[in-house]
């Protein structure tokens, strides 16, 4: 336990009767927001966290003194959700962010929150067992990312450090055929010519509904996306969605930083180290 805790609930967790429970939030921009308890009955803290004989917390420790928090728990999949086996399978789940308290029963408002994350990665064997694993902000703050001595920019376009303002260069789209959950094409109209590749794609109707990917690029001709990762769900026809201008991360190219007035923010080197010392 924490010195900054509420003291009721270390209070509670000391005493001989011990009420404690834990609350768990998932909240997916495609799945939407999951609340399980571990407690034998519905608890509300501002909304309803559902009584769930599936989830179990086993072992749990707090973070102190520069020791990141850790837990081990156990999590429903199931034909009947909420959460579904095909959308563990299908990684709809991936990215959700996920926050886990220790709270006392008899006053779910009385809690602390142990871990704060999101999910990574999602497995579905054949034995009919998922996992999810939980990444915490700890663990990101972790890693270290050094931007590599290239001549293109590593930003994400219209990200905080592109700094590019994408609402006036998103357009809305239908979704004409499909070639697979990854490559489709569409419906758009398209008076001033942007150009997708690199461009944003988020889905804004049918079962991909909330879910955003990038363009690995796009065909003016057939007006074929063809999309990074591809979505979890069967993209069908009719379905909606923004597709945005993209960037051709050089600095000074066709539809580069020089192209979006954005010359200021080009991350990338003309030159490498070698090159600069004379080597080739």
Known sequence: MRDDWSPTLVSMLQGEEVTRCFLIELVSAIKGTIRMTDWDADLTVTNVFTKSPGFTVTKWTVASGGRPAGIDLTLPFDADGPLMANDIKRGAWRGAAITVWLANSSNPSDREIIVAGFVGRTQFTDRLVGNIEVVTKGDALADIFLLTVQPKCSFQFGGDQCGVDLAPLTLTATVATVTDNGRFTITVTNPASLNFTHGKVVFTSGANAGYEDWARSWTPGT??????????????????????????????????????????????????????????
């Open 223 to 280: 007006s074929l996306v063809d999309m990074v990762n591809g979505a979890p769900f069967d993209i069908v026809v009719g379905n909606t969605l923004t597709i945005s201008d993209g960037c051709d991360l050089s600095r000074s190219g066709a539809r580069g930083c020089k192209f979006h007035n954005n010359v200021n923010r080009f991350p990338g080197q003309d030159y490498t180290p070698a090159e600069l010392q004379g080597g080739n």
